[in-house]
């Protein structure tokens, strides 16, 4: 059967108004083949379109592990593969995401430390950095909604789940140097997806950026 896959965006009523999911909608989302793409928001009484899912959950910055569970939940719910987190400041290219080698793997984006290996990164698991974006597989997801959050970064949080999986080779994972990197700047060169790099917990983005990426992407500067 097809693979089915899901690009999940961890998004907010902020991002929903302020225009930063409208710049994806009118960037590179345009050019996805074969996944769905759809834009996850916590409780709130705003107006959604129709790519954008409410979830049970709240909806700020600290509330993102549990944001991540939920969505995990409803793709698993809705029978998908493999889902791909990103965060509305992450800039991807399609065709080069959807043929990354993905499949292989239970977990792919770029990890800070070696993979399966107690203790490799502050005394953790090492973890993908969730603003590149990473992939999990539906038996990956299974596991991780099973647990409860128990710190503030959603990607920490998700590979303390699945660590001794891997370690275990009952998992595999694959950390892609080509994901990309965490810049303001736009001299660099995108090879999978790229992310903004806004700073803290207050996470101001302008929107343009995402624009300025594919214009650039465009006219063949990014690579």
């Known amino acids: 059967n097809p693979t089915k896959l899901l690009l999940a965006g961890k998004s907010c009523e902020r991002d929903c108004a302020n225009g930063a999911n409208q710049a994806i ?45 939920v969505i995990l939940k409803w793709s698993l719910n809705r029978g998908y593969d493999f889902t791909f987190l990103f965060d509305t400041d992450t800039y991807v290219i399609p065709d080069r995401l959807l043929s990354s080698g993905f499949e292989a793997y239970d977990l792919v984006g770029l990890f800070n430390g070696a993979i399966g290996v107690p203790e490799a990164n502050e005394g953790k698991w090492s973890w993908v950095t969730g603003g590149n974006g990473y992939w999990i597989s539906q038996r990956a997801a299974e596991i991780v909604v099973q647990h409860e959050p128990d710190h503030w970064a959603e990607d920490c ?10 370690q275990r080779g009952d ?50 500067t990014l690579r």
């Open 25 to 69: 909608r009118d960037t590179w989302m345009r050019d996805v083949k074969g996944a769905d793409t759809y834009f996850f928001v916590g409780e709130g009484k705003m107006l959604l379109k129709d790519d954008e899912v409410w979830l049970d959950c709240g909806d700020a910055y600290l509330d993102l592990p549990y944001k991540t569970r």
């Open 157 to 166: 949080w998700v590979l303390q789940v699945l660590g001794p999986y891997f």
């Open 171 to 220: 998992l595999k994972a694959f950390s892609h140097e080509d994901y990309g990197f965490h810049t303001d700047g736009d001299e660099y060169l995108t090879r999978i997806t790229s992310h903004c790099g806004t700073i803290g917990k207050h996470r101001a983005f302008d929107p343009q950026w995402m624009r300025n990426r594919y214009a650039y992407n465009a006219l063949g």
